[in-house]
């Protein structure tokens, strides 16, 4: 009997929706919809410095105009941090996860100094500056309070989440886990405990999510959260992978922009029936 269909939206509540979001979270449902399977909704607001409850509230208000529907409860990251903990230390006790003490300006200095570095859409790839520290430095240095993050060790992550490690996407076919894209990317974050590339990975886990839509903007990371399903014995969903939605000049919409937004829509008289039938859906 085929699993049933399970997938999720799953926003930041940082800013207003735009019709990125829209078209995500439409086609999200509607895959669900089309299998007789299940839409849930997942708040993903752990950025505690930018996530505002007005946000949530406007976006829940947005997505029900938009005429969506969802499963109750809904998940909401800032409620599970012992969640993520707990799988963080189970990382860090396997001898994947190492504390790295530098900032910003250290890592773009290390890079200076070697002289280039390779690129991935998060940025730099991290040159591994503190992989190198022994375990003696690193006790020291936690021992006397120096704020650390802990990232990934992806050649120790390799050798045990074993390699070939393959994932589907729905438009492109079979990939081949290609982690490298983002390097030893920092899986806890010093300031929440946690990281997006973490705590995504755990949500989809826990919540049987069978279906991950989203934009291609997140392609690479998928690549890094193949390695943590193998670290962590965790299910591998498929996943479509959607061009951005671009506004008239091409550039590609985001949160810091409110000319257009699905408020915005709402308050110059779009529909829901013409926003959904403009990116494409109509139900």
Known sequence: MPTPVVTRFAPS?????????????????????????RFLLRIEDIDFTRCRPEYEQQLLDDLEWLGLEWEQPIRRQSEHLSDFAQLADDLERRG?????????????NE????????????????????????????LARISRGDSHAL??????AMELGGPGLMWTDLDRGPQTA?????????????????????????????????????????????HLHRVIQALAGFPVPRYLHHELIR????????????S???????????????????????W
């Open 151 to 156: 990232r990934i060790d992806l050649q120790r």
């Open 13 to 37: 509540p940082t800013g207003l929706l735009h019709p990125g979001h829209a078209f995500s979270a439409l086609a999200a449902c509607q895959l669900a919809r089309k299998n007789g399977g």
């Open 247 to 258: 506004d008239a000049r091409g550039k590609r919409l985001a949160k810091r922009d409110e």
């Open 111 to 138: 890079i200076a100094r070697a002289g280039a570095a390779p690129h991935g859409k998060e940025g730099p790839i991290y040159p591994g500056t503190c992989r190198e520290l022994s375990r003696d430095e690193r």
């Open 96 to 108: 994947v996860l190492y504390p790295c003490f530098c900032t910003r300006k250290d890592i773009l």
């Open 260 to 282: 257009v937004t699905l408020k915005s829509l709402r308050e110059s008289g779009k529909t829901p029936s013409t926003v959904r039938r403009d990116l494409g859906f109509d």
């Open 178 to 222: 290609r982690p490298e894209l983002l390097g030893d990317a920092v899986l806890v974050r010093k300031d929440i405990g946690t990281s997006y590339h973490l705590a995504v990975t755990l949500d989809d886990a826990l919540q049987g999510i069978t279906h991950v839509v989203r934009g291609m903007d997140l392609f690479e990371s998928t």
